[in-house]
């Protein structure tokens, strides 16, 4: 009963969960997060809009001109995929269906019908993601390139055509660029890269996006200008370029409450080369939407619902590639007719609604669950603390306000940490195994009155300070140059360790005073074992087998300067014994040489001869007397 108890828990926990924008790589729906999926980690989705604008234009309709009011509706969907390219980077793959309507107002449809409009798959896009810092637990970096091309397949060409009779406004066959979207696909090549940046404040995670767009436009058609009777009276070819850099910033919000997730975005579009300004205060250079929306998701599914709102006001005025000018006699150059361009990715609807359909997955083997609960140690009252993982890419979680948290880790050992305001951090290590509910639960200790505890750490024979370690559980204190350490720590009885390279560990039981201090001091002995140096028969030649031994002591010679040693020469028992004395003294100096000659202090190193007398194993055979023939150490400590 209690392990259903736990499982019910763990399903309701809430998480901001892994998911992808309509980029393919993580993020809300526009806005894409700095952090990744993880490694391993895969996405597929679906995201569409239907965007409804009614706008209003002159129009001429029975020899006198009048406003028409037309309702166009912009269908959008993107069909996602993403991979994790390990835990810092990842890429996003979409493709981009539109679709582009318009519906006449009930006087001008009664001349061209009810309807225009043209669809088709316009663009596909690739991004990739790079994150600087992926094993950061509150703040994350990333830099975002990405590329898209054109692969319209609808109607006739890359924009909408007015396929009826003149209406008032389009004569027939005639592109209706002043629409808010005219355009299928934002043009034949786009780029840009975005600077993103993540921040979980627990449990609200903030994301924002800031870059440099790039879009290029081509329009190829015949304009003409119209007389009373809407017979041509001129015509120009138009074939150019239209190319925009934006600046592009957004903003978005997430705050999960158990399975479900309610989010906002913000995003603004400056384009550079657009100076619109009509003389009533209205710039079109600016586009600025936001969307807010509510996300259901359970085990890497999701389903987004959302609105979508327009906060930059729109005229069609500004949007009809410079007809307007040619059809009163002018004669509009490129410069006049790029200005008045449609713009890329059209213009925002003034209000639409969306769904999102995306999945999460693994393509290692099945995650493991872990989950438990957090609570007071004394009372058993929840405690609404947080999970920290040591796995790159598992972002900490929080638990809720039955104190019960929930994370997926791939298999293996894995610590998690439990931290709560006010209380003393606990860990705990599991073995999660593929496809497994594991429940860690973590009772806290409330922090009490701190008290101090200081001292000095020191090498037992010699007295000189250590640049030792002194922990007392999760908390350490580093002894400066003198040896001197201080820690405050919550009153009560603490075992305080002390350690230091090269030197064993010391253990002390410290009774910590509240609001006061108390003094424990360390003496460490050094605990090292060098190898042996073994010899050929009759030689003190330094054999290639024992060159890495002696490197190894070397090193670690240089590294403790205060260690000295004497170095003692063996030898078997064939020859003759004042032969063998000789030749012992010989090979413990053979073997001081070498470390001078790594840099090792001569006043360090000292040496003595054995000769036959100390044989490590009886000299029975060959075997047993080639054990005998060696170099061994004394260590004399500091």
């Known amino acids: 009963m209690r392990r259903i108890l736990f499982i019910m828990l763990v399903l309701v926990a809430g998480t901001a969960a892994a998911l992808p924008s ?49 309702t166009e509706f912009d269908g959008t969907a993107h069909i996602i995929a993403g991979l994790a390219l390990g835990r810092a980077a990842e890429m996003g793959i979409s493709v981009t269906y539109l679709m582009n309507q318009m519906k006449r107002d009930s006087e001008s449809a009664e001349i061209s019908g009810d309807w225009e409009g043209d669809d088709g798959f316009s663009e596909a896009r690739l991004s990739l993601k790079y994150n600087v810092n992926p094993s950061s637990t509150s703040s994350w970096f990333s830099l975002m390139p990405w590329a898209a091309f054109s692969i319209h397949d609808g109607g006739y060409s890359s924009f909408v055509e007015n396929g009826d009779g003149w209406d008032g406004i389009w004569e027939h066959g005639q592109p209706m660029f002043n629409l808010r979207r005219s355009m299928i696909n934002a043009g034949s090549l786009s780029y840009g890269a975005d600077l993103l940046a993540s921040f979980d404040l627990k449990p609200v ?30 015509t120009e070819i138009v074939d150019m370029e239209v190319s925009d850099p934006v600046l592009r910033a957004g903003a978005g919000i997430e705050y999960p409450i158990g399975s479900t997730t309610l989010f906002a975005e913000v995003e603004w579009n400056h384009f550079l080369d657009r100076n619109f300004d009509a003389g009533d205060g209205e710039d079109y250079d600016d586009h600025i939407q936001v969307s807010p929306g509510v996300r259901f998701n359970t085990s890497g599914l999701a389903v987004d619902v959302k609105g979508t709102f327009a906060l930059s006001t729109f005229d069609p005025q500004w949007s009809d590639l410079g007809h307007s000018l040619f059809q ?34 693994d393509i290692r ?8 609960r957090i609570y007071d140690a004394a009372t058993g009252q929840a405690l609404p603390g947080s999970v920290s993982i040591d796995r790159a890419g598992v972002s900490p979680v929080t638990a809720n306000a039955e104190g019960v948290y929930s994370v997926e880790v791939s298999r293996g050992e894995t610590k998690l940490t439990a931290t709560a305001e006010g209380y003393l951090p606990m860990s705990s290590t599991v073995t999660a195994v593929s496809g497994g509910t594991h429940q860690v639960d973590f009772p806290l200790e409330r922090v009490q009155t701190t008290g101090t505890v200081s001292g000095t750490v020191t090498d037992a024979s010699s007295g ?35 350690s230091a390279t090269a030197y064993g560990s010391e ?44 490197d190894d002591i070397a090193s670690f010679l240089l590294a403790n300067p205060g260690v000295s040693v004497t170095i003692t020469g063996n030898t078997c028992d064939l020859g003759e014994e004042n032969y063998n004395q000789d030749l012992g003294e010989r090979r413990a100096d053979a073997v001081r040489n070498y470390l001078i000659a790594k840099g090792v202090g001569e006043a360090r190193l ?32 500091r």
């Open 22 to 70: 309509w980029w393919g790589v993580r993020g809300l729906n526009r806005i894409s997060d700095a952090r990744t999926f993880g490694a391993g980690k895969f996405a597929i989705g679906l995201f569409t809009d239907l965007g409804i604008s009614s706008d209003t234009r002159t129009g001429v309709l029975s020899g006198g001109v009048t406003d028409i009011t037309n």
């Open 464 to 498: 000189a300070p250590l640049a030792a370690t002194v922990s007392a559980g999760s908390m350490t204190a580093q002894a400066n140059a003198q040896g001197f350490y201080s820690m405050e720590l919550p009153s009560g009885s603490r075992i305080l360790t002390a």
């Open 205 to 234: 995670v903030l994301t924002a996006n800031a870059g440099y767009h790039q879009f290029n436009q081509t329009f190829q058609f015949t304009d003409s200008r119209y007389d009373a009777s809407h017979n041509v009276v001129a």
């Open 328 to 361: 009163a006699g002018g004669s509009p150059t490129e410069e006049d007719r790029a200005n008045y361009a449609p713009f890329p990715g059209g213009y925002p609807s003034s209000m639409g609604i969306g769904v999102n359909f995306t999945y999460v997955g």
């Open 606 to 637: 000292g040496t003595v001869s054995y000769g036959e007398s100390r044989p490590d194993t009886p000299n029975t055979d060959e075997t047993h007397r080639s054990q005998n023939r060696r170099a061994e150490f004394i260590i004399l400590g």
């Open 507 to 550: 253990n002390a039981t410290v009774s910590i005073p509240a609001g006061g201090s108390v003094t424990q001091d360390f003496q460490l002995d050094l605990v090292v074992d060098f190898d042996k140096v073994y010899f050929d028969l009759d030689s003190d030649v330094i054999r290639s087998d024992a060159r890495v031994a002696l």
């Open 365 to 372: 083997s099945a995650k493991a669950t872990i989950g438990g």
